[in-house]
């Protein structure tokens, strides 16, 4: 029994190292995207600047979902700093000052006018080089981010399943000890109702047991 119990103490720290390994590297993934971002936006900052403050906007989400993950690192159970990451961007008409831009940015309600200054300009902004693309970062932080929850929620399941295999093994010996003790008290007093029962009816005890008819056999 000690030796039983010591395996699945082993096997329970085991699973809990895999699943901390496996969120770690999954984050460290997220991590990496995360800093390929950062280094898109100071390009984008430093060679168009930042008028409308669109860019400077997603950064500080950006840099709270970093924190956020930093957190998770530590405990995989905490994913609460993981914020909506949903943009949106559409142009309407300006009236005499031709069409406008607005951009929902992440983490924020209130919207974003950028009147470009030409069709030039205004293609530039909408194209994959600028807003196109991040909507497109963005939609998969959001997709990211759901897997890791996903992840965290499994993780945490896990180790709610195989926390009574964490105790110790001397923990987990009483506890099958005690059990033990529970289980044979109430066989004791099973029996001795059945043994009422075969008194009552005036019949030998042996004969219940053989017949089943309280769901037990007598064991030898």
């Known amino acids: 029994m000690a030796t039983s119990v010591g395996l699945n103490h082993r096997k329970s720290k085991t699973t809990s190292k895999n699943n901390d390994d496996v969120i770690a590297a999954a984050v460290q993934a997220e991590l990496s995207h995360v800093a390929a971002f950062e280094g898109w936006l100071l390009e984008r900052i430093e060679a168009d600047g930042d008028g409308a403050g669109v860019l400077a906007r997603v950064q500080e989400h950006l840099l709270q979902y970093k924190l956020g993950l930093l957190e ?25 000052n031709g069409q406008a831009i607005i951009v929902t940015v992440p983490g ?5 006018e950028i009147v470009p200054k030409d069709d030039e300009e205004a293609a530039y902004l909408l ?15 959001a997709h990211s981010q759901a897997s890791l929850r996903s992840l965290f929620q499994l993780a945490k399941e896990i180790d709610q399943e195989t926390s009574h295999l964490r105790q110790t093994p001397e923990v987990t010996i009483q506890t099958y000890i005690r059990h033990l003790k529970e289980y044979n008290d109430m066989k004791d007093i099973a029996q001795q109702l059945i043994g009422l029962v075969a008194e009552n009816r005036g019949v030998p005890v042996g004969s219940l047991y053989r017949n089943r008819e309280f769901g037990v056999t007598e064991v030898d």
């Open 72 to 96: 998770s690192t530590l405990d995989s159970k905490q994913d609460e700093h993981l914020k909506d990451w949903s943009m949106h961007v559409s142009v309407h008409d300006n009236g005499s």
């Open 127 to 141: 194209s994959d080089k600028y807003l196109g693309f991040m909507v497109k970062a963005c939609r998969s932080f």
């Open 108 to 112: 924020s309600l209130k919207p974003i």
